[in-house]
C-alpha cells in the first residue's frame, strides 16, 4: 500500500507532500490541474521512463521519494534480494533526475540503496498496478490477452505453463542436437578416417621412449666404429698396465709406492701422499682391467647396424610429420588417440538422438494439451465473471467470448488467446479491438480488473487514470461502486472528473494550479551565457535569483464534509450554487449509505 509520496521540482511542482490511505483515494480538478502528474510521479519513481522535461523549469534537479507498507509476499521478496527495511514493514523508493551540461541521469534507491532499473521493474509489478484508457492497445495484443488468461487461472495453469516453457526447451535442445549431428556427421566421419590413419601410423612406430632416437644414434656411432674402438682400448689398456715397449702407468704408480714406503718409515707425515698413491694405483689397476674387458668385448654386427639406423630413419621420419622432437610425437599421438577415442563414441547415436527428439516433442504435446485444457476451463470460467460484472455497468446484453486458437507450440503453449465482445445487442461477437468504444473500454478494463481481484492475491495498489472517462449518470454510479468494491481488498488511487466517483473516496484530494512571485534561480553558467543581456545577471554572484510569477501545483487533502462538498459541486455544475451544493450533499449521503450496506 502507498503510504505517502513526496515530489521536489518535478514538472509543475516545486515542493509536494502527500499521505494515502487505504481504501479509495480519489484525485479531482478541473481539465489541466496537474492530476496526472501525480500518477506521473508514482511511475517514475517505479523505473517510468524520464525526460529533461520533468525536471522544473530553472532547477537541475529534481527528486521523488514514495514510501510503501510491505506484506508477507512483498517482505520475503525483498529478503531474497538483500534489501533491508528501515522502518518496520516499510519500504522507501526514491528516483533521482539530473541534468548536468545537457546529460541526463537518474538514479533509483530501495531503502538507500542504489538499484538497476530491472529491480526496480520487478519491485514495480509488486507495488501498483496502473489502468488507464491508454492501457487498450496493449490489451489488443494477443500476447497479453494470452497472458492476462492464465494469471486468471491462477496457480494451476501457471505451474502448468512453466512445465510447457521446460518441455519446450528441452525439445530444441533435442532439435538442436540432432541438426548438429546431422550436419555434423560427414565431418566427423572425414576427421575419423584422417584420425584413423595417422594413429595407425604412430601405433605402428611404437612410440615409448622420447630419448630413443639419442640412445639409437648412440648406438649406431658405437656399431660404426667398432675396430677403431678395439685398437683405442688396447691402446690405453698398454698405457695404464701392460706395456711392452715402456713402463706402463701402473709400474710407475708401484715405484712410487715403494718409494714412499721407504719413506714413511722415517717421517710419517708422508702417510696421506702414501695412501693417494695407492688409491691412484688401485684405481688404475682396475680401469685397465675395464677397457681390457671392454675391448674384448667389442664385436663387429652388421645386422644390429642396420637395424639401428633403419630405426632411426623411421623415428625421424615421424619426427618431421608429428614433431619436431620425439617427445612432442609422442604426445601429439596420446592426443589423436583421445579425440578419436570421443569421435568414435560420440556420446549419442544418432538414433539415440532421434528417439530422443521424438520424445521430446511428445512431452511437449502432452503438455501443451494440458495447458489448453487448463486454459479452456480458465476461460469459461472468466466469460461468466467477466459478463457478470460489467452487466451492473449499463452492459445488460453484453457479450464476452476467450477464444483458443490452436497455434505451434512455443514456451508459452499452442494456444493463441483472443478476446471476442460485443457490448450492444444484436451486433455479432468480433475481436476486442474491432468493438469496444472509448467508455465501454473503460468499463471493461474495470470489470477485468474486479474479476483479478477475486481470483488472484490483492494488489497493493490500484491506480486508474481518468477510466470514467466517456460514461455519465448510471454508468457513472456503478463504476463508483465497483471502484469501492475494489477498494475493500486493495488500495485504489482514482482521477477522476465524475461527482458521482468522487463522492464515493474513502480520502479526496484537489488537486489545482497556482500562479505565484517565486524567484527564478539563475545559475552562473546562465549568467555568463546572457552577459549584457538582462540588468538581473550579475557574473560576481555565484547564483542569482531572478523575480519571476511561477505556474505550481498544490494538493490540498479535502478532509472535512463542507470541503468535499464544495468539490463534488464544482464537478457536478461549474460554480458553487446552490442547486449544486444541494446536489453534491445528496451523493455524499447516498454513497456514505451504499458504504454502510
Same mark, same amino acid.
Given at each position: 500500500?502507498l503510504l505517502?509520496?513526496?515530489?521536489h521540482?518535478?514538472?509543475?511542482?516545486?515542493?509536494l507532500e502527500l499521505?494515502?490511505?487505504?481504501?479509495?483515494?480519489v484525485?479531482t480538478?478541473?481539465?489541466?490541474?496537474?492530476k496526472?502528474?501525480i500518477l506521473? =510521479?508514482i511511475d517514475?519513481?517505479?523505473?517510468?521512463?524520464?525526460?529533461s522535461?520533468?525536471?522544473r523549469?530553472?532547477?537541475?534537479?529534481?527528486?521523488?521519494? =514514495?514510501?510503501?507498507?510491505?506484506?508477507?509476499?512483498?517482505? @520475503?521478496?525483498?529478503?531474497?534480494?538483500?534489501i533491508? #527495511?528501515?522502518?518496520?514493514?516499510d519500504?522507501?523508493?526514491?528516483?533521482?533526475i539530473?541534468?548536468n551540461q545537457g546529460s541526463l541521469r537518474?538514479?533509483?534507491r530501495?531503502n538507500?540503496?542504489?538499484?538497476?532499473?530491472?529491480?526496480?521493474?520487478r519491485l514495480?509489478?509488486?507495488l501498483?498496478?496502473i489502468? =488507464?484508457q491508454?492501457q487498450?492497445?496493449k490489451?489488443m495484443?494477443?500476447?497479453?490477452?494470452?497472458g *492476462?488468461?492464465d494469471?486468471y487461472?491462477?496457480?494451476?495453469? *501457471?505451474?502448468?505453463?512453466?512445465i510447457?516453457?521446460?518441455?519446450? #526447451?528441452?525439445?530444441?535442445?533435442?532439435?538442436?542436437? *540432432?541438426?548438429?549431428?546431422r550436419?555434423?556427421?560427414?565431418?566427423?566421419?572425414?576427421?575419423l578416417?584422417?584420425?584413423?590413419y595417422?594413429?595407425?601410423?604412430?601405433?605402428?612406430a611404437?612410440?615409448?621412449?622420447?630419448?630413443?632416437?639419442e640412445?639409437l644414434?648412440?648406438?649406431?656411432?658405437?656399431?660404426?666404429?667398432v675396430?677403431?674402438?678395439?685398437?683405442? $682400448?688396447?691402446?690405453?689398456?698398454?698405457?695404464l698396465?701392460q706395456?711392452?715397449?715402456a713402463?706402463?702407468?701402473?709400474?710407475?704408480?708401484?715405484d712410487?709406492?715403494?718409494t714412499?714406503?721407504?719413506?714413511?718409515?722415517?717421517?710419517?707425515?708422508?702417510?696421506?701422499?702414501?695412501? #693417494?698413491?695407492?688409491?691412484? #694405483?688401485t684405481?688404475?689397476?682396475?680401469a685397465?682391467?675395464q677397457?681390457?674387458?671392454?675391448?674384448?668385448?667389442?664385436e663387429?654386427?652388421? %645386422?644390429?647396424?642396420q637395424?639401428?639406423?633403419?630405426r /632411426?630413419?623411421?623415428?625421424?621420419q615421424?619426427?618431421?610429420?608429428?614433431g619436431?622432437t620425439?617427445?612432442e610425437?609422442?604426445?601429439? +599421438?596420446?592426443?589423436?588417440t583421445?579425440?578419436?577415442a570421443?569421435?568414435?563414441?560420440e556420446?549419442?547415436?544418432?538414433?539415440?538422438?532421434?528417439?530422443?527428439? +521424438?520424445?521430446a516433442?511428445?512431452?511437449? $504435446?502432452?503438455?501443451?494439451? &494440458?495447458?489448453?485444457?487448463l486454459r479452456?476451463?480458465?476461460?469459461?470460467?472468466?466469460? &461468466?465473471?467477466? /459478463? @457478470?460484472q460489467?452487466?451492473?455497468?449499463a452492459?445488460?446484453?453484453?457479450?464476452?467470448?476467450?477464444?483458443?486458437?490452436?497455434?505451434?507450440?512455443?514456451?508459452s503453449g499452442a494456444?493463441?488467446?483472443t478476446?471476442?465482445?460485443?457490448p450492444n445487442p444484436g451486433?455479432?461477437l468480433?475481436?476486442? $479491438?474491432a468493438?469496444?468504444?472509448?467508455?465501454e473500454?473503460?468499463?471493461f478494463?474495470l470489470?477485468?480488473k474486479?474479476?483479478?481481484?477475486?481470483?488472484?492475491?490483492?494488489?497493493g495498489?490500484?491506480?486508474?487514470? %481518468?477510466?470514467?472517462?466517456?460514461?455519465?449518470?448510471?454508468? =457513472?454510479?456503478?463504476?463508483?461502486e465497483?471502484?469501492?468494491?475494489?477498494s475493500?481488498?486493495s488500495?485504489?488511487?482514482?482521477?477522476?472528473?465524475q461527482?458521482? /466517483?468522487a463522492?464515493?473516496?474513502?480520502r479526496h484530494?484537489?488537486?489545482?494550479k497556482q500562479? /505565484?512571485?517565486?524567484?527564478l534561480?539563475v545559475?552562473?553558467?546562465?549568467?555568463?551565457a546572457?552577459?549584457?543581456?538582462?540588468?538581473?545577471m550579475?557574473?560576481s554572484?555565484?547564483?542569482? @535569483?531572478?523575480?519571476?510569477?511561477?505556474t505550481?501545483?498544490?494538493?490540498s487533502?479535502?478532509?472535512?464534509h463542507?470541503?468535499?462538498?464544495?468539490?463534488?459541486?464544482?464537478?457536478?455544475g461549474?460554480?458553487s450554487?446552490?442547486?449544486?451544493?444541494t446536489? @453534491?450533499? $445528496?451523493?455524499?449521503?447516498k454513497?456514505?449509505?451504499?458504504?454502510?450496506?
Open positions: 500500500m505517502s509520496l513526496r515530489i521540482n518535478f514538472a509543475l511542482v516545486d515542493q499521505e494515502f490511505g487505504a481504501g479509495l483515494n484525485l480538478g478541473e481539465t489541466g490541474a496537474g496526472s502528474i506521473d =510521479a517514475i519513481v517505479l523505473g517510468g521512463k524520464v525526460s522535461r520533468l525536471i523549469t530553472g532547477t537541475e534537479r529534481a527528486l521523488i521519494e =514514495a514510501t510503501f507498507r510491505a506484506d508477507g509476499s512483498l517482505l @520475503a521478496w525483498l529478503s531474497e534480494q538483500e533491508d #527495511l528501515l522502518d518496520e514493514a519500504l522507501v523508493c526514491s528516483r533521482e539530473s541534468l537518474t538514479r533509483s530501495v538507500g540503496v542504489l538499484v538497476n532499473r530491472q529491480l526496480m521493474e514495480r509489478d509488486r501498483v498496478e489502468t =488507464a491508454g487498450t492497445a490489451l495484443a494477443p500476447s497479453l490477452q494470452r *492476462l488468461l494469471l487461472g491462477a496457480t494451476p495453469l *501457471l505451474q502448468q505453463r512453466d510447457v516453457a521446460s518441455a519446450y #526447451l528441452a525439445s530444441q535442445e533435442a532439435a538442436k542436437a *540432432l541438426l548438429e549431428r550436419q555434423s556427421e560427414q565431418q566427423r566421419l572425414q576427421r578416417d584422417w584420425l584413423e595417422q594413429t595407425q601410423e604412430l601405433s605402428v611404437n612410440l615409448t621412449n622420447a630419448d630413443e632416437l640412445q644414434e648412440q648406438e649406431s656411432q658405437r656399431l660404426s666404429h675396430v677403431d674402438l678395439q685398437q683405442q $682400448s688396447y691402446k690405453v689398456y698398454q698405457a698396465y706395456n711392452d715397449s713402463q706402463a702407468c701402473a709400474d710407475l704408480l708401484a712410487a709406492e715403494t714412499l714406503t721407504d719413506m714413511v718409515q722415517y717421517d710419517n707425515r708422508l702417510q696421506p701422499l702414501l695412501e #693417494l698413491v695407492s688409491v691412484a #694405483l684405481q688404475v689397476v682396475e685397465s682391467h677397457i681390457n674387458a671392454y675391448g674384448d668385448g667389442l663387429t654386427d652388421p %645386422e644390429r647396424l637395424e639401428v639406423e633403419d /632411426i630413419r623411421a623415428l625421424k615421424i619426427c618431421r610429420k608429428y619436431p620425439l617427445a610425437a609422442i604426445a601429439h +599421438f596420446e592426443k589423436l583421445t579425440e578419436l570421443e569421435l568414435s563414441s556420446g549419442q547415436s544418432l538414433e539415440e538422438l532421434e528417439k530422443t527428439y +521424438f520424445h516433442q511428445e512431452t511437449l $504435446s502432452q503438455a501443451c494439451t &494440458k495447458l489448453t485444457l479452456r476451463a480458465a476461460a469459461e470460467d472468466l466469460e &461468466k465473471r467477466l /459478463i @457478470a460489467l452487466k451492473p455497468l452492459m445488460e446484453k453484453v457479450q464476452f467470448q476467450v477464444a483458443l486458437t490452436p497455434i505451434a507450440a512455443t514456451a494456444d493463441q488467446v478476446f471476442y465482445f460485443s451486433e455479432p468480433q475481436p476486442l $479491438s468493438t469496444a468504444s472509448g467508455g473500454m473503460s468499463r478494463l470489470a477485468l474486479a474479476c483479478f481481484s477475486t481470483t488472484t492475491e490483492a494488489w495498489t490500484l491506480i486508474f487514470d %481518468e477510466i470514467d472517462v466517456g460514461v455519465s449518470g448510471r454508468v =457513472a454510479q456503478a463504476i463508483a465497483r471502484l469501492h468494491q475494489l475493500t481488498q488500495q485504489v488511487l482514482c482521477v477522476t472528473h461527482p458521482l /466517483i463522492a464515493m473516496a474513502d484530494f484537489r488537486v489545482d500562479v /505565484i512571485d517565486q524567484p534561480l545559475s552562473p553558467e546562465t549568467q555568463r546572457n552577459k549584457g543581456k538582462s540588468k538581473v550579475d557574473s554572484c555565484l547564483e542569482s @535569483a531572478v523575480p519571476e510569477l511561477r505550481v501545483v498544490r494538493v487533502l479535502l478532509d472535512n463542507s470541503h468535499r462538498r464544495e468539490e463534488i459541486a464544482q464537478l457536478a461549474g460554480q450554487a446552490q442547486e449544486a451544493m446536489f @453534491a450533499e $445528496s451523493l455524499l449521503t454513497a456514505r449509505d451504499w458504504r454502510q450496506n
